[in-house]
């Protein structure tokens, strides 16, 4: 190879080394808008509420023991006596949550977050043994009222009072769960319940719950269903278990669960955490769905620029190939204009798309970009033929790029087949080409 060549293409590599500079910069501002955004996203959760998980309903037994035992001090022994505090557990029998879910847009400047409104029916029953359970010193045991406890990550999404049908009465729901470990959310007292014989009782209410992202559902009935239904068309199913059944479409979603302590373990999970502060196994199983909108325009901004050297080494690929088989001359500074017009290409990306939405900033960016270097290539190819047909190519490529990133299960396949297919015309064009005459004419 001549040294002209040489020393051309080595031009055009630094070229490309010396734009990595302008890509990087956008790359790193697509991140700080990001988290700019991610922060905004969270003071709006602040204001309104986060996450939200349902745990329960939970029955609760708390008690004082007498404990006897005998102790030696000075060689006398005597039976010292104590009191212990503590609580009995019940998880229910059978747990059903149907729940009507609507979401809506809170705006602060230019960035969005997504709420939600659940509209939760809760019923199911539990089975209680005679004496709590107790079989061993129950003259021990002073037993007090129990109380039901339901779960709420975030207590100030609730929207409405909350009224336990408990059987053929309707009680009050109070706010705190009187348990330290198990966070927040909600109680009623069941004075009627003396468990002193063996009991099985129905309990249902409503619950109106407003969450940003998220909403979790911990299901700790021996038998669990749970079913939820939407206007959100993107869901992304997340935790322990998938949905048994699900329907997705352009007007929303259902699904539904079911689950049986066989598969959630959840009596172990409680017997072990117990006591524990935090107890995040116990609650760490749970199931539900996000709001969050999976490909947004920042993540598909940020996957767009890992395709900008490609689109780069191509344009500066065609330029070449205009230079040998048409015996022009392209300057390096040419080369540098049109490659800073393909690096401003994901700026505008990135600004539009906070305004306009993905699909339009890009159609507008591409139409931008390439008329603007179509224009600058009628007088640097010196025809107007020349310069439509490299533009088109160049349109061509960045239609290419958006099903790319539309298309992410097939993102891969379809970047392996355009690349291979690039390299096939490459090789087509300049299959009579003689190398070693390149550079000899006016290649400079």
């Avoid at 705190?176 to 003396?194: E, I, K, M, P």
């Avoid at 760490?284 to 490909?295: E, W």
């Avoid at 920042?298 to 996957?303: A, M």
């Avoid at 299960?409 to 379809?414: E, V």
Wanted: glycine share 10%; proline share 3%.
């Amino acid at each position: 190879m001549n040294r002209t060549l040489s020393i051309k293409l080595g031009t055009i590599a630094l070229l490309i080394i010396l734009l990595l500079i302008p890509l990087l910069m956008i790359s790193g501002l697509i991140g700080e808008r990001q988290e700019q955004r991610d922060s905004v996203v969270q003071d709006i959760a602040q204001s309104a509420s986060f996450a939200q998980q349902i745990s329960g309903p939970m029955l609760v037994v708390p008690y004082r023991k007498t404990e006897r035992r005998w102790k030696t001090e000075d060689g006398h022994t005597f039976k010292e006596t104590q009191q212990v505090n503590g609580h009995l557990y019940f998880l229910p029998e059978t747990f059903e949550l149907k729940s009507g879910i609507s979401t809506e847009l809170r705006s602060r400047g230019i960035y969005q977050t997504r709420l939600f409104h659940a509209d939760n029916h809760i019923s199911g029953q539990f089975k209680v043994p005679a004496n709590w359970g107790i079989s061993a010193n129950l003259e021990d045991y002073q037993f007090e009222p129990a109380f039901l406890v339901v779960g709420i990550s975030d207590i100030r999404g609730i929207e409405k009072s909350l009224q336990l049908q408990f059987n053929d009465q309707r009680l009050d729901f109070q706010p705190g769960t009187r348990l330290g470990w198990f966070g927040g959310g909600v109680h009623v007292v069941l004075n009627s319940l003396d468990g002193k014989a063996p009991t099985q009782f129905n309990y249902a209410f409503d619950l109106s719950l407003q969450g940003t992202g998220q909403l979790h559902v911990l299901p700790v009935g021996r038998s669990s269903s749970v079913s939820m239904a939407a206007n959100w068309p993107h869901p992304s199913f997340i935790g322990n278990y998938l949905p048994a059944s699900r329907k997705v479409d352009a007007g929303g979603f259902s699904a539904n669960w079911q689950t049986t302590f066989f598969s959630t373990n959840l009596e172990d999970a409680l017997r072990q955490c117990v006591g524990n502060e935090g107890c995040e196994d116990f609650r760490s199983r749970a199931f539900g769905v996000s709001f969050i909108d999976p490909v947004d325009q920042y993540l598909k901004s940020e996957r767009a620029i890992k395709y900008a050297l490609l689109f780069i080494a191509l344009t500066f690929a065609g330029f070449f190939l205009f230079e040998v088989l048409k015996n022009l001359s392209v300057h390096p500074i040419q080369y540098a204009l049109v490659g800073v017009a393909l690096a401003f290409f994901y700026l505008l990306l990135l600004s539009l798309s906070e305004h306009l939405g993905f699909g339009l900033a890009y159609l507008l960016s591409a139409a931008g970009c390439v008329l603007l270097i179509g224009f600058y290539l009628c007088h640097v190819l010196h025809s107007l033929p020349r310069a439509m047909g490299f533009a088109l190519g160049l349109a061509v490529l960045y239609g290419m790029l958006y099903g790319l990133l539309s298309a992410e299960d097939y993102a891969l396949l379809m970047g392996s087949l355009l690349l291979f297919g690039l390299l096939g015309v490459f090789m087509v064009l300049t299959r009579r080409l003689d190398w070693y005459s390149v550079g000899q004419g006016k290649l400079q």
